[in-house]
Structures are given as C-alpha cells and as structure tokens.
C-alpha cells in the first residue's frame, strides 16, 4: 500500500534530553540515579491521569513538590532545569517540512494538556506538521487502538496509508496492530533512511 502519511511521536523522537545537567543535579541532591527524576516526575499518579486530561500540569508539579518536600521557589527551579536540555531534532523537523504538499503530516503524543500550546510556540513544529493528536485531549492515549484510529482519521487516511515513529516499543507494536507501519526510534536512528525503506520519498 502505498504510504500517503507520516505520524510523529514528540518525546524522545521530535524532542529529546540531550544535556542531563541540570536533571542530574538535582538527582545528586535526592540521591537518585541517572533517569530516576524523570521516573518521578513521568509516571506518577498524577502524570498518568494528566496524560488522558483527568489533571492538569501544575497538579503534576505540585505532586513532585510534594513527594520531595521542595518550597515553591525551589520547584520553579527545577522545573527550569528540568526542561533545560531539551532540543529538538530541527533537521528532522526540515526534512519533514519537505514532506508537506506530498505527504499528509501529523503529531501522535501522549502528553499533558499544555502540550498542544507549548508545540504551535516552535515556528518548526508549525512549518512541519498539519495535525496534532495529544492524549490529554483525546482521553485517550497509546498504546489504545482507538487513537492511532483517530490519528489516521484526522489525516483522512487510511491505517496502512500511514506510518508512525515512536520511541517506545509498545507504542510500535500497538500501531502495527492497528493497521500502520511503524519504525521505533532509537538514539542515532536515519529516520529519513527508515522512511524511504517503506516509501516516503
């Protein structure tokens, strides 16, 4: 079947931790390790309900306060460093751009409420992507087969028209199950390369 659209994962994919300074600092001062605060601050409670719209971005925060008893000035700054290193993948963004015209273009994200206003801020992610599916919105979110369903619907196409990236395997094999090519990303990965394998030129 010939591929008419291609489908994104945000983090991990599109935007990714690439300088952990500022994470790792404050990993020292709970005496954590490496990847144990996005741990807590990801998957607790609170984010889990956050990511199908059931709460919102500040109770997750204020959760994280909670747990390691931070004043509000001190959660204001990790919240900054938190988010300190992250990038985009801006030449991924471009070659998506290019896609545009040829290909129908999407965003398929579990991600919090804010998610949706924080994304159309990147002039890139704007220039490169038609539609934005986002969990918390949806109430919903992968690896459930109604979302990739709703992805593809919004793209007007059909699932094997559509192949989604995502980082998380799951997620992968979920798509797959619901009809779409799926690449899983991986550090280093040639996304354009993987892409044309399956015939997005």
């Known amino acids: 079947m010939l591929i008419k659209a291609v489908l994104f994962d945000v983090g991990g ?3 990714r931790t690439e300088d952990l300074r500022g994470r790792r600092k404050w990993e020292a001062r ?3 390790k490496d990847w144990e605060l996005a741990d807590a601050v990801f998957n607790s409670a609170a984010a889990s309900a956050a990511t ?3 709460a919102s971005e500040a109770e997750v925060w204020e959760a994280v306060r909670r747990r390691f008893s931070l004043s509000p000035t001190e959660l204001a700054e990790l919240q900054a460093d ?3 290193g992250d990038r985009f993948d801006e030449p991924l963004l471009d070659w998506v751009t290019g896609l545009r015209g040829r290909y129908r273009t999407g965003i398929l994200s579990n991600a919090w409420g804010g998610a949706r206003k924080f994304l159309t801020g990147i002039p890139k992610v704007v220039a490169a992507f038609e539609e934005m599916v986002i969990s918390a919105e949806e109430g919903i ?3 459930q087969p109604e979302i990739y369903e709703r992805a593809v619907k919004r793209l007007n196409v059909r699932p094997e028209e ?3 990236v995502d980082d998380v395997l799951t997620n992968v094999e979920a798509a797959r199950r619901a009809g779409l090519a799926a690449v899983q990303y991986q550090v280093g990965l040639d996304v354009p390369g993987a892409l044309r394998q399956l015939g997005v030129v």
């Open 13 to 15: 994919v599109l935007l």
């Open 30 to 32: 709970f005496r954590m």
């Open 52 to 54: 199908i719209g059931q």
């Open 82 to 84: 938190f988010g300190s």
């Open 141 to 143: 979110m992968k690896p």
């Open 162 to 164: 559509a192949v989604f």
